[in-house]
T-cell receptor, first 115, second 114 residues
Framework: AQKITQTQPGMFVQEKEAVTLDCTYDTSDPSYGLFWYKQPSSGEMIFLIYQGSYDQQNATEGRYSLNFQKARKSANLVISASQLGDSAMYFCAMLAFGGNTPLVFGKGTRLSVIA | EAGVVQSPRYKIIEKKQPVAFWCNPISGHNTLYWYRQNLGQGPELLIRYENEEAVDDSQLPKDRFSAERLKGVDSTLKIQPAELGDSAVYLC????????????FGSGTRLTVV
């Protein structure tokens, strides 16, 4: 079974600073994908970034980067130059490609950006 | 291209009443998912469709929940009768058959049962 663990219920960061949101995962499937989603108070799930288990490079998308450490089974999200609009819930999720399992989510981290 | 469309955005009902949610996925997406997100939690899968076939409904409380995806496009999720514990956000998502592209989510329906 797949499992995602996000140990930080809430985080605070000063505007313009960088912040790291932690995510560890567990799966026996060698082929999988890791995703980060942002969920503002309006409720929609917004896709941020994707990392495949066989990707050699860490994924980057604008101010978002994923610190992928395969041996540690961690996939931390780094947000650089935080903005007030980054305040939201952030969810780490995993999709195991070998089986027929759906996208599995962690419990999320609430990020608050302070001016 | 339009995203995943869900309606209604909000619904307040009294317990024991029925309620239905509607989802229109992205055109061409074969796979459709219904997730439930309780307050302060991550979403959890209720049911997954491949075209019009429900291929994973193991987490759907079948005594009160039902779903359908006629013609493999739009989908409806129904609760009858609703209970207080059903208060949650119901998210619909769709994906291509190649799931490496991930899922696209709708805005969700926030259900409050009073």
């Amino acid at each position: 079974a797949q499992k995602i663990t996000q140990t930080q219920p809430g985080m605070f960061v000063q505007e313009k600073e960088a912040v790291t949101l932690d995510c560890t995962y567990d799966t026996s499937d060698p082929s999988y994908g890791l995703f980060w989603y942002k969920q503002p108070s309006s409720g929609e799930m917004i896709f941020l970034i994707y990392q495949g288990s066989y990707d050699q490079q860490n994924a980057t998308e604008g101010r978002y980067s994923l610190n992928f450490q395969k041996a540690r089974k961690s996939a931390n999200l780094v947000i650089s130059a935080s903005q007030l609009g980054d305040s939201a819930m952030y969810f780490c999720a995993m999709l195991a490609f070998g089986g027929n399992t759906p996208l599995v989510f962690g419990k999320g981290t609430r990020l608050s950006v302070i001016a | 291209e339009a995203g995943v469309v869900q309606s209604p955005r909000y619904k307040i009902i009294e317990k024991k009443q029925p309620v239905a949610f509607w989802c229109n996925p992205i055109s061409g997406h074969n796979t459709l998912y219904w997730y439930r997100q309780n307050l302060g939690q991550g979403p959890e899968l209720l049911i997954r469709y491949e075209n019009e076939e429900a291929v994973d409904d193991s987490q759907l409380p079948k005594d009160r929940f039902s779903a359908e995806r006629l013609k493999g496009v739009d989908s409806t999720l129904k609760i009858q009768p609703a209970e207080l514990g059903d208060s949650a956000v119901y998210l619909c998502a769709s994906s291509l058959r190649d799931r490496a592209y991930g899922y696209t989510f709708g805005s969700g329906t926030r259900l409050t049962v009073v």
